[in-house]
C-alpha cells in the first residue's frame, strides 16, 4: 500500500509540474494580477497543507496507543479531560488566529488587484454571446473605434480595462495566466482590469455554463509590442481586401447573395449583419468559431459546411453550397487578411 | 387531552410533580400498560401499532421505519443513477476531443447528477436515516404526524420519477443544478427543460419540510421522560438543528422556481433585464437556500460521526456541549455565507470583503467539532471496526475539502478558481468526505439494528480501502486540472491544453470509486441475507435505539425507557428504568416538556391511513401539470382539498368533539 502511495504521489508530481507550464494555467502567471493571486494560492495551499498534516498527526495518536482495558465506559480520567480540554482551547485558538490571518491577506491582496488598472491605457467592450466574444476598442474618434471577435490585442506592458456585458445568458472572462475571472451578464457592467507582462499569446476560455458550446467558447488575448499592436490596430480599421482571383471574387459575391450577409459584417461591403462575429478581417484571426478550429482553408471550409457538426447547437447555421461555392466562399473569406 | 397518569420503577420525584394540565377528559378508558405482564403487553402493542397485511395495508402504512427504509432503498437507488451519471460523464472526458457523448445529453447527465445527488440522494438519505433513527434515540413510539411522513415519501417518489422519466424522454434540464437565468428562462432555455427543473424543486422541497417538520416536533415534544435538553444524543441535535435549517432555507429555493416558473409561464419579468428585472436576483435567492443545503447535508453526517465514535471509543463524546453549541452556531452562520458562490459575478468589493470573513468564520465551530472528536479518540487505542474506518476516512477527505473551502472563501483567490475543476473537487471532498463517508459508516454502524443481521467485517474492509482510493485518485487531481486552467461544466476540451493525462487518470479513479459501491450494494444484499445475527446492541453503544430489538417492534419500545444519561444504556447497565401509563389498545404517545422532558400528557398517534398516498397522488399530479399550464393550480385544487378532507375527516375522539 505504500509503495502505490509513493508511486502515484511521484506521478502526481510529475504531472503536476508538466501542467504548470500551460498556456491557460493559473500557476503559470504572465501578468501582476496573475502573479499576485499565484502567490496566494501557493502561501494558502502551503498553510492548509500543513494543518492538514497536524489533524491527521492527532488522528493517528490513538492508533500507536496500546489498547485500554476499561470495562466501564462512563468512568472518566478528570485529569487527562482537563488537559484535553486544554488543547483544544488551544487548538480552536490557533484556529481562529490563522484564519484572521488569511482574511486580511486575502483583503490587502484584493487591493493590491485593485491597483493595476488605476491608469489604464485603453478601454476595451467585451460582450458576451452564445458562444463568442464581440470585442469592441473604444477611442475618442469615432472612426477609430474598431469591432472584431474572439481575439484580443493588447500592447504588452501597459494595464487594459475590458468592460464586460452580455446580450443573452451569463457568461465569464477567464484568462487563468493573466487575471482572476469575471463574469458578464445582461444588464450589467463589470470592470476588468489586465496587464500581460510581456508579449505572447495568452489562452482563456468561458467560466461560467452557458449553454450547449459552453466547452468551445475559446478567446486569445494577444501581447504585443507597443508599435505592433498600433499597426495591429490601424490594419484593423481598414475595410476588407478586394478579393484577389475570380474565384474569391466569385465567393464574395456568393456571401453577399446567401444567408450569411443576415449575420456578418465585412467591413466595405453591404454586408452589416452584427449578430455573429465581424469577419471584415477574419483571416487574420489564429482561430475559428472562438477558438474551436485553427484557422486554415480546410477547417473554414469545414466549418461552413457543417456547423453543425463542429459544434453541435450553435447558432451558426447550415447554408446550401455546391463543392464551387463552397470553394469559393472559402477563396474568399481566406483573403480577408 | 387526556390526562398525564405516569409511575415508574423508578423514584423520579419531579416527574411526578409534573402535575397533569388540562381537564380531565371524560374519556372512555381502555388497557393500560401498568402493571401489565410482559407477554401481554407485547401481545397488545403488537395488535394496535402493526402495519395492516396486503398491498393496500402496505401503502397505508405510516410507521416510520417502514417510510424510512422505503426512503433509504429509493435514495439508494437514486445513488446508484446519478453515479452512473458521473461515471459516463467520465467516460466522455478520459481524453481530449472524444465523441462519445455530444453536449446536449453532456448538459442533462451533469444537471441530471447534481439535481440526483442533491435533492434525491443526499438530502432524502439523511432525512431518512433521521425518520428511522430520531424516534428510536429519544425512546417513543412512532414520529410525530406520522401521515405526513408519508405523505413525504410519496411526493418524494413521484418528484424523483418526474425528472428521471423526463431524462428517459430526452426532455430532462440541461442548465445545471442550479439552473442560473437567463439560461434557465423563457428566452434562453426553450421547450419544457427548465420547467422540469422548477418543479422537480418544488417536489422534493415539500417532501422535506414535511420531514423537517416532524423531526422537529418529535425531538421537541417526545422525548423519554428525563431526556433533557443536555441528554439528547447529539445525532439527534444534529437532525434537529438540520430541520431548522431547512425550515429557513427551502422556502428561498421554493420561491426561485416558483419565480421562475411565473416567468417561463405566466409571462412575467421578475429575472428579465430588459423589463426592469434583475438576472442576479436568482443568484441571491437560489444561494441563499444553497449553502445551508451544504449544511443540510453535512450536519447529519457529523451527527452519525458523534454517534459512532463513542461506541468505538469506548467513552462518552468528549466536549459534548461545545459540539451542540457549535451545531447551533453552523446551523446559524450557515445562512451568511451564501454571497462566496457569487464573487465573480463583480459584486461591490466591501459587500464581498464581508463575505470572505464570514465563510471563514464558520471553519471555527466546525474546527471545534473535529478537536472535540479526536480529543475523545485519544483515550487509547479505539475499536477498529468498518464503522469507524470510514470516519477515519471522513476525517482523512473532509478536512481537505474544509480546507478547501478556507481557500475560496478568500475573494481574490476565488477568482481563479471558481467555476472551475477546483471547485469540483472542493465540494466532492467536502460532500462525500463530509457526508457519503459518514454515512457509509452509519450504514455498516445501524444496519443491524435495521435488519438484525451483521454486515460482513471482511467485505467492509475491503469496501473502504477500494473507496478511499478511488475517491482520492478521482477527486484530488480535480485540484490540479482546475489550476491548469480546465472550467467545469464543459463537455470536451482541446489536446494542446494538456489535460488529457491526467483526466483518464481521474476517469480511471472514478471507475474504481463506483466499483466500490458495488461492493457495498453486494455486502449489504448478502448481510440481509446471511450475515451473522446481530443481537440488540452488537457494539455496546449507549444510545436509547440500542435497548430495543433488532430490528425494532412495530411499537419500538415495550415501555417508555426513563433517561438518566447521555449514554443511558451504559448507566444502566441492569435494566433501563420505564415509565408506564400508556393505553395499549389504542396508539398512544408520551408528550413530555421542551427543555425538562418532563411527561406532560398522552397523545393519540396517527393510524394507518391510505390517504397520504391519495393526497401525494393529487399534488403530485398537479405539479406534474402545472409544467404545462398554470391553470394546473385551478384545477388540480379540487382534488388536493378532496384528499385533504379524507385524510383529516374527524375520527370521533372526544378530544376531537371538544
Known amino acids: ?85 486544554r488543547v483544544v482551547i488551544t487548538a480552536v485558538g490557533l484556529t481562529a488566529v490563522i484564519l484572521v490571518g488569511l482574511t486580511l491577506l486575502s483583503f490587502f491582496a484584493n487591493r493590491t488587484l485593485a491597483a493595476i488598472g488605476s491608469d489604464a491605457v ?11 466574444w464581440e470585442v469592441r476598442y473604444e477611442d475618442a474618434t469615432p472612426s477609430r473605434i474598431l469591432t472584431t471577435a474572439n481575439e484580443i490585442h493588447i500592447p504588452a506592458g501597459e494595464p487594459v480595462r475590458l468592460l464586460l456585458t452580455s446580450t443573452d445568458v451569463i457568461h465569464s472572462f477567464w484568462v487563468p495566466s493573466l487575471s482572476g475571472k469575471l463574469d458578464l451578464i445582461p444588464g450589467r457592467m463589470n470592470v476588468l482590469d489586465i496587464k500581460a507582462d510581456k508579449p505572447g499569446v495568452y489562452r482563456g476560455q468561458c467560466a461560467e455554463f452557458c449553454g450547449a458550446q459552453h466547452a468551445n467558447m475559446g478567446t486569445f488575448i494577444i501581447a504585443e509590442p507597443r508599435a505592433k499592436f498600433d499597426a495591429w490596430w490601424n490594419d484593423q480599421l481598414q475595410p476588407a481586401a478586394e478579393p484577389m482571383s475570380d474565384e474569391a471574387k466569385a465567393g464574395e459575391d456568393l456571401f453577399l447573395k446567401r444567408p450569411c450577409v443576415m449575420c456578418h459584417k465585412i467591413g466595405g461591403t453591404p454586408a452589416g449583419g452584427t449578430v455573429a462575429p465581424d469577419l471584415t478581417h477574419v483571416a487574420s484571426r489564429q482561430t475559428l468559431a472562438a477558438g474551436t478550429l485553427r484557422m486554415s482553408r480546410g477547417n473554414l471550409a469545414a466549418w461552413i459546411a457543417d456547423p453543425q457538426g463542429v459544434k453541435p447547437g450553435s447558432h451558426m447555421p447550415v447554408v446550401q453550397l455546391n463543392g464551387d461555392e463552397l470553394n469559393a466562399i472559402v477563396a474568399y473569406l481566406e483573403g480577408l487578411k | 387531552m387526556s390526562s398525564a397518569d405516569l409511575t415508574s420503577e423508578r423514584d423520579l420525584p419531579r416527574e411526578r410533580e409534573a402535575t397533569p394540565r388540562g381537564d380531565i377528559a371524560p374519556e372512555r378508558d381502555g388497557p393500560r400498560d401498568t402493571g401489565m405482564d410482559d407477554a401481554s403487553l407485547r401481545r397488545w402493542l403488537a395488535r394496535t401499532w402493526r402495519t395492516p397485511p396486503g398491498i393496500i395495508g402496505a401503502l397505508s402504512s405510516v410507521d416510520h421505519k417502514v417510510i424510512a427504509r422505503r426512503y433509504l432503498i429509493t435514495a439508494f437507488l437514486f445513488l446508484c443513477l446519478g453515479g452512473l451519471n458521473a461515471v459516463a460523464m467520465r467516460i466522455q472526458l478520459s481524453g481530449p476531443q472524444r465523441g462519445l457523448i455530444g453536449p446536449d445529453l453532456y448538459n442533462q447527465l451533469f444537471t441530471m447528477h447534481g439535481v440526483t445527488m442533491m435533492f434525491l440522494f443526499a438530502v432524502p438519505i439523511v432525512q431518512a436515516t433521521g425518520i428511522y433513527l430520531v424516534p428510536l434515540m429519544v425512546g417513543t413510539r412512532n414520529i410525530a404526524f406520522p401521515r ?78 428525563g431526556m433533557s435538553l443536555d441528554k439528547i444524543p447529539l445525532y439527534v441535535w444534529a437532525l434537529l438543528v438540520t430541520s431548522f435549517v431547512v425550515v429557513f432555507a427551502m422556502p428561498a429555493v421554493m420561491v426561485t422556481s416558483t419565480f421562475l416558473i411565473l416567468d417561463r409561464l405566466v409571462g412575467t419579468h421578475i429575472f428579465n433585464p430588459a423589463e426592469g428585472g434583475d438576472a442576479l436576483l436568482f443568484q441571491h435567492l437560489f444561494w441563499f437556500f444553497g449553502h445551508p443545503e451544504v449544511y443540510i447535508i453535512f450536519l447529519p453526517a457529523t451527527g452519525m460521526v458523534s454517534a459512532i465514535i463513542p461506541a468505538f471509543a469506548r467513552r462518552p463524546m468528549f466536549g459534548h456541549l461545545g459540539l451542540v453549541l457549535s451545531l447551533i452556531a453552523v446551523g446559524f452562520l450557515s445562512f451568511g455565507l451564501w454571497v462566496h458562490h457569487m464573487f465573480a459575478t463583480g459584486l461591490p468589493k466591501l459587500g464581498a470583503s464581508f463575505f470572505t470573513a464570514s465563510s471563514m468564520m464558520i471553519a471555527i465551530p466546525n474546527g471545534v467539532q473535529i478537536f472535540c472528536w479526536l480529543a475523545t479518540l485519544w483515550d487509547g487505542r479505539p475499536v477498529i471496526r468498518t464503522p469507524l474506518l470510514f470516519v477515519f476516512g471522513f476525517f482523512f477527505i473532509f478536512v481537505i475539502g474544509g480546507l478547501t473551502g478556507v481557500m475560496l472563501a478568500s475573494v481574490p483567490l476565488d477568482l ?102 458495488v461492493l457495498f450494494a453486494f455486502n449489504l444484499v448478502h448481510g440481509a441475507l446471511k450475515g451473522a445475527p446481530a443481537g440488540d446492541n452488537p457494539w455496546d453503544a449507549g444510545t436509547l435505539e440500542w435497548a430495543t430489538s433488532s430490528p425494532p417492534q412495530s411499537y419500538n419500545f415495550a415501555r417508555i425507557p426513563v433517561v438518566t444519561n447521555v449514554e443511558p444504556l451504559w448507566a444502566e447497565r441492569a435494566a433501563l428504568p420505564v415509565a408506564t401509563g400508556l393505553r395499549v389498545d389504542v396508539r398512544e404517545l408520551l408528550v413530555s416538556t421542551v427543555a425538562e422532558a418532563h411527561p406532560d400528557i398522552r397523545e393519540k398517534s396517527a393510524t394507518p391511513s391510505i390517504w397520504p398516498l391519495l393526497a401525494a397522488i393529487a399534488v403530485g399530479g398537479t405539479f406534474l401539470y402545472s409544467i404545462f399550464t398554470p391553470w394546473a393550480i385551478v384545477w388540480g385544487a379540487a382534488p388536493i382539498a378532496i384528499t385533504l378532507i379524507g385524510w383529516f375527516w374527524p375520527k370521533g375522539d372526544p378530544e376531537d368533539e371538544e
Open chain 1, 122 to 132: 485603453l478601454t476595451i467592450r467585451v460582450t458576451g454571446h452564445q458562444w463568442w
Open chain 1, 1 to 85: 500500500m505504500k509503495r502505490l502511495a509513493s508511486i502515484a504521489f511521484a506521478t502526481a508530481i510529475a504531472l503536476f509540474l508538466q501542467g504548470c507550464a500551460g498556456w491557460q494555467s493559473a500557476l503559470d502567471p504572465k501578468g501582476p494580477a496573475a502573479s499576485e493571486l499565484a502567490w496566494l494560492i501557493w502561501f494558502f495551499t502551503g498553510l492548509c497543507a500543513v494543518v492538514w498534516v497536524l489533524v491527521m498527526i492527532a488522528l493517528a495518536i490513538p492508533l500507536m496507543m496500546r489498547s485500554r482495558v476499561r470495562a466501564e465506559p462512563l468512568v472518566l480520567d478528570a485529569g487527562a479531560d482537563s488537559r484535553k480540554l
Open chain 2, 416 to 517: 481563479q478558481v471558481h467555476d472551475t475543476y477546483f471547485v469540483v473537487a472542493h465540494f466532492h471532498y467536502v460532500l462525500i468526505g463530509g457526508s457519503v463517508f459518514p454515512l457509509l459508516g452509519a450504514a455498516y454502524f445501524w444496519f443491524p439494528k435495521i435488519t438484525g443481521r451483521m454486515m460482513s467485517e471482511r467485505l467492509g474492509r475491503w469496501h473502504f480501502w477500494l473507496a478511499m482510493i478511488g475517491f482520492n485518485a478521482a477527486f484530488f487531481p480535480m485540484h490540479i486540472v482546475g489550476l491548469w486552467g480546465m472550467p467545469r461544466r464543459v463537455y470536451t476540451y482541446p489536446a494542446e491544453l494538456g489535460w488529457g493525462n491526467i483526466n483518464l487518470f481521474i476517469t480511471g479513479g472514478a471507475v474504481l470509486f463506483f466499483l466500490s459501491f
Open chain 2, 148 to 225: 405526513l411522513n408519508a405523505f413525504s415519501y410519496w411526493i418524494y417518489v413521484s418528484g424523483g420519477l418526474f425528472a428521471w422519466i423526463s431524462f428517459a424522454l430526452s426532455m430532462a434540464p440541461d442548465v445545471g443544478w442550479f439552473a442560473y437565468v437567463p439560461l434557465s428562462g423563457p428566452e434562453f432555455g426553450p421547450g419544457k427543460r427548465a420547467d422540469v427543473w422548477a418543479q422537480m424543486i418544488t417536489y422534493t422541497e415539500v417532501s422535506s419540510l414535511a420531514v423537517a417538520v416532524a423531526t422537529i416536533v418529535t425531538v421537541f415534544k417526545q422525548r423519554s421522560p
